[in-house]
């Protein structure tokens, strides 16, 4: 298979990578964000509007929210912010944001333990967040978790992701991504669920979202590039993971990412040394190492 020119990378580290963290003061999170949006990404996301008592560190999403209008322009960055409900998605409309992404687990024992929701009835909750975004000229992109596997129940059947997909695109989403919650993903695997996914996607942007909770998560990455996808999530440092999911560690670290990317002589429009220093930036903020290789052994350029 051939690689692509070309994949957009969105950086995830102030929403999927603090989400697990004890909360850090705003002023840490400012200083994230700015060596973010130097490394030159182009999509964003920034933090969530969801229960503070669940998800505490993204308690100060709206604050938060009130600082992101100078980089918009200054860097050209688009903001996202993740939601879990239609009062979510009214939040960070309200707060200034044009862009959301719904949140749909296939497996119920993981979407119960996430939203406190079946999967059908996340699902059925998607046509009423398109048109409250849309309505507001705001994007939507449905992210159908556990895709792969559920930390509670196991694998997940294939069927229970194309019928959220299904729902989302005859709901007029406007992107769609899958993930891989909890790491177990595999490049045969991912290639398998691709293939799938991909014709009832059409042309909408499909993207992929994978942890490296057990050292697959690269290859995976690879993987779902080679099966057509061309938007992938990271966090920079390999920081973050899911709260509601045990044991799902370790976003792909986006230095990482773009390392293997650059070296397969696939754009990805970030610049490989400030992604580092964000790294390091990040890793001062929540107190403790990473696991990204990078920050580790160095760019084999860089040293």
Known sequence: MSLPTKVDIREVCLRDGLQIEAPIPLSAKLEILEAVVATGVREVEATAFVSPSKVPALADAAELATHLDRYRVSHDVEFSALVASPNGAKRAIAAGLRSVEYVVSASDAHSRANVARTSAEATAQIAEIVAIAHDNDTSVEVIVATAWDCPFAGP????????????????GVDRIAIADTIGTATPRRVTTLIEKVRPLAGRLPLGAHFHNTRGAGLASAYAAVQAGVRRLDASVGGL???????GASGNIATEDLVYLLRDSEVDVDVDLDRTIDAAIVAQLAVGHELPSALLRSGDRIRG
């Open 240 to 246: 973050g993971g899911c709260p509601f999911a045990p």
């Open 156 to 171: 997940t059947d294939p069927q229970r992701v194309l019928d959220i997909v299904s729902a989302a695109v005859s709901s």
